[in-house]
């Protein structure tokens, strides 16, 4: 059972996310602090009932929590929590899916334009103070969204919402889910996963929003991507992972796809050594696109939530997985 209100001890652990002053500013009146590296964590785990994390967590320090009820992961993704573990030592665990649904999109939109629009060599050259020339070979030119069909791999929150976005520039829209039974959701066609190197070669912009799980590790790899138009362009905003990493650096060496604008990379941070960064025709964010100034406050509202229903003795949390 979760401590009552008087009792609970919330540990927040986070590197770069202010979680603690923005809980402290609801006056909730709930004990809590914030630790930002493996040490602090690893040392004030014990003395928590409800932990709100991410990249910190570690499951072999759940056996020294014996106190750690409940989970609130702090990003959509879950990939790092063992939920054998949890349901071995009674945690719950929910996820932060939805809370940056809108950011994750509107980042995607951002990478499509910029590789479209050549933004990303445009702040090269205003770096060397280079005025480049207008572009004489035009399937080398700056290019329009009107027109283009973009397919995008997963359609859940972040790939509804760049559905809706993306049919504001005259884009066509197709999509793979899970279950395309569930209706297009914004889409123009909807097509289940065992569809996509069918519809591969139809697209100009293929966009990953989907999970990482067994099924989609290495989803995109030499055949898919051998399977896209050599003027396409990838946009991962899923998970590193979910590319073949080796196969899209030869892709995009040998120009059997145009380009790449990459949010998440196999290994993070990327290393220095990656062929990645030098690529004229990859664009590079560092793990950024569900970033943004209200972050903070919508993990908080789903704890808060969560905690409720969990004082309620209610089964079933918001986007829960324990």
């Not at 999509?175 to 297009?184: L, M, S, V």
């Not at 293929?206 to 051998?226: F, Q």
């Not at 080796?246 to 790449?260: F, Y």
Request: include cysteine; hydrophobic fraction near 45%.
């Amino acid at each position: 059972m979760l401590p009552g209100k008087d009792k609970l001890t919330i540990c927040f652990a986070h590197p770069a996310y202010q979680m603690a002053a923005r809980f402290t500013a609801r006056g909730t009146g709930i004990a809590h602090f914030q630790v930002g590296n493996p040490e602090d964590y690893a040392s004030r785990l014990p003395g928590a009932d409800v932990v709100v994390s991410s990249m910190l967590w570690k499951n072999d320090l759940v056996p020294r929590a014996k106190r750690l009820r409940f989970v609130q992961s702090i990003s959509a993704g879950i990939d790092q929590y063992d939920k054998q573990v949890f349901r071995a030592h009674g945690i719950r665990l929910a996820s932060a899916a939805g809370v940056n649904a809108h950011a994750v999109a509107e980042h995607a939109i951002a990478l499509i334009l910029a590789l479209q629009r050549h933004l990303h060599t445009g702040r090269d050259n205003q770096a060397a103070k280079r005025w480049r020339g207008m572009i004489s070979d035009i399937p080398a030119r700056e290019d329009e969204l009107g027109g283009k069909r973009l397919l995008i791999v997963g359609l859940g929150r972040i790939g509804r919402r760049l559905a809706k976005l993306a049919k504001a520039f005259d884009v066509e829209v197709v999509a793979t889910r899970r279950d395309p039974g569930r209706g297009r959701e914004g889409a123009d066609a909807v097509h289940g996963h065992d569809r996509l190197h069918e519809l591969l070669p139809t697209a100009d912009i293929v966009a990953l929003t989907c999970p990482l799980t067994p099924e989609t590790t290495n989803l995109i790899d030499a055949k898919a991507l051998g399977r896209m138009k050599p003027t396409a362009h990838l946009i991962n905003v899923a998970r590193g992972r979910v590319v073949d990493e080796d196969a899209l650096l030869r892709a995009l060496a040998e120009k059997r796809i145009a380009a790449a604008g990459l949010d998440v990379t196999r290994e993070e941070p990327l290393p220095a050594t990656s062929p990645l960064w030098a690529m004229p025709n990859v664009l590079i964010t560092p793990h950024t696109a569900g970033e943004t100034q209200r972050y903070e406050d919508g993990v908080i509202d789903l704890l808060l939530e969560n905690l409720n229903r969990l004082w309620r003795g209610e089964a079933t949390l918001i986007n829960q997985v324990v």
